[in-house]
């Protein structure tokens, strides 16, 4: 098998989830604090609009770009958002599809990123695969960035500062000297900021402050995965002002030659979604995050998170793995922090899950400390 196989292949390494999933399947019903998507289902007008479009016959490829009127409105929403004069837009499959385009679009063998740590998991392989080197910038323990820390991993190589805020896997938003500050630095190097903002809507102090605010070497990223609980619709969307607009038409030549076009009968059902409300939704997580918060913050050292639906408190007297071993034979299911890191220190709790489940969760977890 192995002779079939490309070198990039061993560039992706999966075994750290695998072996929490592989722990995972030997329990029954268990609180599941592992799951990085909403609990609740795709809203019913959003669903219509997607079963309007298919029994319209609005099933062919799409332009490659994406429809022209989710393309306007969702650039009619950026500007008016961030203040730009202009924004070009991309329709992508995924904001996992997004991140694809943007680093092959970008990336040469040996180019630098810098990726705050903690991170997204998905960062990482892609950037390796391609060849280029990815940057820690340690973050702990407050999940925000310093920016003469930054300046020190700068280098003539550095071609990208990913951001992604609120942060998958800490919760944590970046304040808005934190974003201002990376911009100053991107403007006056000269580096691209990728921010990847999937969970804006799920921000519970007000707007979640931008490097699009500030930056017009920022390559926007939002998608409709957690706000709509369309995951596996996969829509999302890239939005860059003029300066980068060569840039986007990069990107959408790799898309034309990959994903072909995001899918067309959930583009127009994004539009419905574009004008659906979820502070309700929003209004709840922000209730069971303080629930979980004032659960384990007695005996957890914990920085209060201000959005996503993820907590990453430190296991406390011994490794992440250690503790999230510990937990899994009590039957409570969370992510080793090493998952998203390159320290094995801290755990993920999502809590996008059922008060019932957060409060037994809480017991079992304090249990074990
Ligand atoms: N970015 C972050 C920070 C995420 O947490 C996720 C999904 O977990 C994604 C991107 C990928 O989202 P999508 O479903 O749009 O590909």
């Known amino acids: 098998m192995n002779n079939f196989l490309s070198q990039r292949s061993s560039l992706i390494d999966a075994s750290g989830i695998r072996k929490v999933f592989d722990l995972a399947a030997k329990l029954e019903n268990p609180i599941n604090f592992s799951i990085g998507l909403p609990d609740f289902d795709v809203p019913q007008p959003i669903k219509k609009a997607a079963a309007d479009a298919i029994d319209q016959g609005k099933n062919r490829y799409s332009l490659t770009a994406g429809i022209p009127e989710l393309r306007e409105k969702i650039s009619t929403e950026v500007c008016s958002k961030y203040g730009w004069d202009k924004a070009d837009t991309l329709v992508a499959s995924g904001v996992s599809g997004a991140l694809l385009l943007t680093f092959l679009a970008t990336i040469d063998p040996g180019d630098e990123v810098i990726v705050p740590d903690p991170y997204f998991v998905i960062y990482k392989h892609i950037i390796n695969v391609l060849g280029g080197s990815c940057i820690y910038l340690d973050t702990y323990p407050d999940f925000q960035i310093d920016p003469e820390k930054l300046e020190e991993k700068i280098t003539d190589r550095t071609k990208i500062i990913i951001l992604n805020s609120p942060s998958n896997p800490t919760g944590a938003v970046y304040s808005e000297e934190c974003v201002k500050a990376v911009s100053e630095i991107a403007n006056r190097r000269d580096i ?11 921000s519970y102090s007000g707007r979640c402050p931008s490097a699009a605010d500030y930056s017009e070497n920022t390559i926007l990223m939002n998608g ?12 999302a969307y890239v939005s860059v002002q003029d300066k980068l607009k060569g840039l986007l038409n990069e990107m959408t030549k790799f898309q034309q030659y990959t994903f072909v076009c995001a899918p067309t009968p959930f583009q127009y059902a994004a539009l419905e979604a574009m004008d659906f409300e979820i502070s309700d939704k929003v209004a709840s997580y922000a209730r069971k995050r303080d629930m979980l918060y004032e659960g384990l913050k007695g005996k957890f050292e914990i920085a209060k998170p201000e959005g996503a639906f993820y907590m990453f408190p430190k296991a ?6 250690e503790f999230v071993e510990k937990a ?13 890191s390159e320290k094995d220190t801290h755990f993920r709790i999502s809590y996008a899950t059922s008060d019932e489940k957060i409060k037994q969760g809480i017991d079992i977890l304090n249990s074990i400390v």
């Open 192 to 202: 691209l900021i990728m921010s990847d903002e999937i969970y804006d809507k799920f």
């Open 224 to 235: 409709f995965s957690k706000s709509y609980a369309m995951t596996g619709w996969r829509m």
């Open 316 to 321: 406390p007297g011994m490794s992440g793995s």
């Open 328 to 340: 899994i034979e009590n039957n409570v299911l969370i992510i080793p922090g090493s998952v998203f």
